[in-house]
């Protein structure tokens, strides 16, 4: 009897100091919903189709009003193919103090003293049957997002393979200053969903670079090549802000 | 019978071999003549059984490990051409899909510190993942591969009794791995001539030897030892303007630009075209692109000059060359597909 009041006692401590919380993620292509085989148009007016989407999730913490952090262990790859779900799609289950926050940071990739290790004795989520290990570049892709450009009768894949340690995407969607952003972590646990603008990829730079498939060395864009570096980069500039909170 | 004709792939990884050179500038000529017992090195966490170099045998030969079923790593890696694809500058992968590099050699592979041309993979374990998924390789996604072998039960049956698991990219590439590590190759008429037969060379393969391991030639400060390679990247002034870059395409550095792993020479005369983009037909274009001293390069390596060599000269080099055929190599039984 006594020990059955303990354990509600611990119980319900634990459910004050760690709610169960999903963080889940919408596929958008701007303002809509991605739909699988439809065909799209860049801003510089190519068209494509967007066959694959995986991605690594680490470092992540939500953010307290105080500017605190509380951090969550872990690293999650983030899995969307051809006919599966795009909407609401969970990619990663954490615990965390239930409270208000002003937000939550993540990178986009793999920390790098994962980064590096022999992935041959790595596990799932890492390791070589992630198939985000890239064989000639030590190192796992962090970003893979692969599709289909339609450039007058022809099809080409193209692929955006982003990695590398200077190539982790750090996203930040807080604010404490203006207190735009607040989440709420009630006792019973809550999801955090976030929408990622996939179309992104493909805006101009400052500079007017873009990810031109007319190009077929920009098809294959992966790694550090200093000829297609400054692609790569405009790729990443509007990566940093692709991901946004939903409402 | 298996395990016999397996033994007598394995069992001789005493292999006889050269004393490293130092890498010195002016150091003196190697003493070709110096032994050391050679082992082939085999990584703890995949060790060698003959259950498992023969899955990878298998695996090597099949192309129903690619996504339309038509390529196998023996496809651009051909034993007749000491596992290099013969002839061809560049190779084609699934779908007709071109890729932009010519497919090296894997003689003696076991012993590569560093894989692939920029050489920027640590084992072959994790190599063998880069041709398995590359969309103008094989092209294949782990999931795929998993189910398409784990449904042929010939390889479920197998990879339950080599792993104790179903199958997977990983074991795949473990597998592979075992068996290119069989790949091994020391009869060439250089080998006996190391070894102590006088006859084994040509007087003009003899010339040539002298001239490779001579400050005259210096070919032997990057195609060390006895594999031939110093598995360091190096810029041979090949172009001015590199369209591949090599190691920067990894580094993102202008001074890796045009820099790949120096290749090994055993068998290269099985393995036209040459360099990195199999831009040179023949061991003669080679050599006169040595004897040029390349073309004007920043990154060039300072060993890159022209040389002065005679016509002849060329000759007793590619003379050399042709002596490290090995060709025993490409018809042995236990390397060739099983049936």
């Known amino acids: 009897m006594r020990s059955w009041a303990v354990a509600l006692w611990i119980g319900l401590w634990a459910g ?49 009003p105080d500017g605190k952090e509380v951090r969550v262990e872990g690293l999650a790859l ?19 103090p239930p409270g208000e926050y002003r937000g939550l940071r ?61 190539f982790r995407i750090p996203v930040r969607l807080h604010d404490l200053q203006m207190r ?45 090549s200093p000829e297609t570096a400054m692609v790569m980069a405009v790729v990443y500039y509007h990566m940093l802000s692709a991901f946004s909170l939903a409402r | 019978m298996r395990v016999g004709r397996w033994l007598l792939v394995l069992v001789p990884l005493v292999l006889l071999g050269l004393e ?71 190779s084609v992968g699934v779908f007709g899909r071109e890729g932009t590099r010519n497919a090296p050699t894997l003689t003696n592979v076991a012993f590569r510190r560093r894989l692939f041309w920029e050489g920027r993979s640590p084992r072959l374990e994790l190599q063998a993942v880069g041709p398995l998924t590359a969309h103008h390789e094989m092209g294949m996604e782990p999931e795929a591969l998993a189910r398409r072998l784990s449904s042929i039960p010939e390889y479920a049956r197998a990879f339950q009794e080599v792993f104790g698991e179903p ?63 110093d598995d360091e990247p190096r810029n041979t002034g090949l172009y001015t303007v590199y ?7 990894i580094t993102g550095r202008d001074e890796d630009v045009g820099k790949f792993k120096t290749p090994t020479l ?31 390069n920043l990154n060039a390596d300072p060993l890159i000059r022209p040389l002065g060599l005679s016509e002849s000269e060329v000759d007793d080099l590619v003379a050399f060359l042709e002596s490290l055929t090995d060709a025993q190599f490409i018809s042995n039984p236990a390397l060739l597909p099983s049936r």
């Open chain 2, 20 to 90: 490293r050179p130092p890498v010195l500038p002016h150091a003196p000529a190697p003493d070709p003549r110096a032994l050391v017992p050679r082992v082939v090195p085999i990584p703890p966490d995949n060790p060698q059984t003959p259950a498992k170099v023969e899955l990878g045998r298998r695996l090597f030969y099949d192309p129903r490990l690619s996504l339309d079923g038509k390529v196998a790593c023996a496809s651009c890696h051909r034993p007749e051409f000491a596992f290099s694809d013969g002839g061809n500058p560049v």
């Open chain 1, 106 to 166: 993540f990178d986009v990739g793999v920390p790098r003293e994962l980064n590096h290790l022999d992935a041959a004795t790595q596990e799932l989520p890492l390791g070589v049957n992630s198939g985000m290990y890239w064989a000639w570049n030590p190192g796992y892709i962090f970003y893979r997002l692969e599709g289909t450009a339609f450039l007058g009768g022809k099809e080409e894949k193209w692929v955006v393979h982003m990695g590398t340690d200077a």
């Open chain 1, 180 to 224: 735009r952003v607040r989440l709420e972590v009630p006792p019973r646990g809550t999801s955090l969903v976030l929408n990622l603008d996939v179309g992104r990829a493909f805006l101009p730079g400052p500079n007017g670079a873009f990810l031109d498939w007319q190009q077929p060395r920009l098809r294959q864009l992966h790694g550090m």
């Open chain 1, 16 to 64: 004050a100091l760690a709610a169960p919380v999903e963080l889940k993620v919408n596929l958008r292509v701007g303002e809509a919903p991605l739909e699988w085989g439809r065909v799209y148009q860049t801003p510089m007016g190519q068209r494509y189709r967007i066959d694959l989407l995986k991605f690594y999730i680490s470092e992540l913490a939500l953010v307290r």
């Open chain 2, 167 to 229: 199958p997977s990219l990983k074991n795949v590439a473990f597998a592979l791995a075992a068996f290119e590590r069989t790949l091994l190759s020391y009869n060439s008429p250089f080998d006996r001539f190391v070894a102590g037969d006088d006859r084994a060379l040509s007087p003009a393969a003899l010339r040539g030897m002298e001239l490779f391991f001579s400050e005259r030639g210096d070919c032997f400060h990057c195609h060390v030892g006895p594999e031939f390679t």
């Open chain 2, 243 to 249: 369209p591949d870059v090599g190691l920067a395409r």
């Open chain 2, 266 to 296: 055993r068998n290269v005369a099985l393995t036209a075209p040459y360099m990195h983009d199999g831009s040179k037909k023949t061991l003669r274009e080679v050599m006169e692109h040595y004897n040029r001293g390349g073309e004007p």
């Open chain 1, 78 to 96: 983030a899995e969307f193919r051809r006919g599966g779900p795009t909407q609401g799609v969970s990619v990663m289950r954490f615990e965390a």
